[in-house]
């Protein structure tokens, strides 16, 4: 996996709140005529729009065509996060040592990401307190800890590719397997089913995501 991608992978994480039980499910993901993601939720009423501009810049719309957020780019090749009405409200910047230090709208640090010497990620806060590590197991695996280096998620791919997302108590809550045409099928906890596009399920789980694209090179 590249370094690159796991810097976005817990970009994602932090921001999002990944390891907080949530339902992949409550969401319906598809892709347009025009290229653009189409987030709906269960009853079919769509939530967003995502799509990329005439700059390459990728766009948040929401049902009514209005700009709720996008992600540019900057002159010295920093990611600037802006809401609906342009102002800025997060960036993601390289120091002199190569990490990514995320800032806030202000200017001001609110966490950053960087490799130990064993070349795992490492989550610290705006106060450079280590939050979470993401490495690899011997296998091959995925495995995400916390500050005091206890497993709270994993990530084990099967010799078939397929994704089984693990809690800490090992227990399954998410599977993520591609068929013979590329559709992704993912399955809950419960079993049931939601499928969704391949080019939008960095959206749903990013780790799950560059696994899965490892899976078929």
Same mark, same amino acid.
């Given at each position: *996996?590249?370094?690159?991608?796991?810097?976005?992978?817990?970009? +994602?994480?932090?921001?999002?709140?990944? !390891?907080?039980?949530?339902?992949?499910?409550?969401?319906?993901?598809?892709?347009?005529?025009?290229?653009? #993601?189409?987030?709906? &939720?269960?009853?079919?009423?769509?939530?967003?729009?995502?799509?990329?501009?005439?700059?390459?810049?990728?766009?948040?719309?929401?049902?009514?065509?209005?700009?709720?957020?996008?992600?540019?780019?900057?002159?010295?090749?920093?990611? +600037?996060?802006?809401?609906?009405?342009?102002?800025?409200?997060?960036? %993601?910047?390289? &120091?002199? !040592?190569?990490?990514? +230090?995320?800032?806030?709208?202000?200017? *001001?640090?609110?966490?950053?990401?960087?490799?130990?010497?064993?070349?795992? *990620?490492?989550?610290?806060?705006?106060?450079?307190? #280590?939050?979470?590590?993401?490495?690899?197991?011997?296998?091959?695996?995925?495995?995400?800890?916390?500050? /005091? *280096?206890?497993?709270?998620?994993? %990530?084990?791919?099967?010799?078939?590719?397929?994704?089984? +997302?693990? /809690?800490?108590?090992?227990?399954?809550?998410?599977? %993520?397997?591609?068929?013979?045409?590329?559709?992704?099928?993912?399955?809950?906890?419960?079993? @049931?089913? @939601?499928?969704?596009? &391949?080019?939008?399920?960095?959206?749903?789980?990013?780790?799950? !995501?560059?696994?899965?694209?490892?899976?078929?090179?």
């Amino acid at each position: *996996m590249k370094n690159s991608l796991l810097f976005i992978v817990l970009q +994602v994480i932090i921001l999002s709140g990944l !390891f907080a039980q949530q339902s992949d499910c409550s969401r319906q993901y598809s892709v347009n005529v025009l290229g653009d #993601t189409v987030v709906k &939720d269960i009853h079919g009423n769509t939530l967003e729009v995502i799509s990329r501009d005439i700059f390459g810049n990728r766009v948040v719309k929401d049902a009514h065509g209005n700009c709720i957020a996008s992600y540019e780019k900057d002159i010295f090749g920093n990611t +600037v996060v802006k809401d609906g009405s342009g102002r800025r409200v997060a960036s %993601y910047e390289k &120091d002199i !040592f190569g990490n990514t +230090v995320v800032k806030d709208g202000s200017g *001001m640090r609110v966490a950053s990401y960087e490799k130990d010497i064993f070349g795992n *990620m490492v989550v610290k806060d705006k106060d450079f307190q #280590t939050k979470n590590t993401i490495e690899k197991d011997i296998f091959g695996n995925v495995v995400v800890k916390n500050a /005091d *280096m206890h497993i709270i998620r994993k %990530y084990e791919k099967d010799i078939f590719g397929d994704i089984a +997302v693990k /809690d800490a108590s090992g227990h399954t809550i998410r599977e %993520y397997k591609k068929d013979i045409n590329g559709n992704l099928e993912i399955k809950d906890e419960n079993g @049931q089913i @939601q499928n969704a596009s &391949d080019g939008i399920i960095n959206n749903i789980d990013p780790i799950a !995501f560059e696994l899965l694209k490892e899976s078929t090179k």
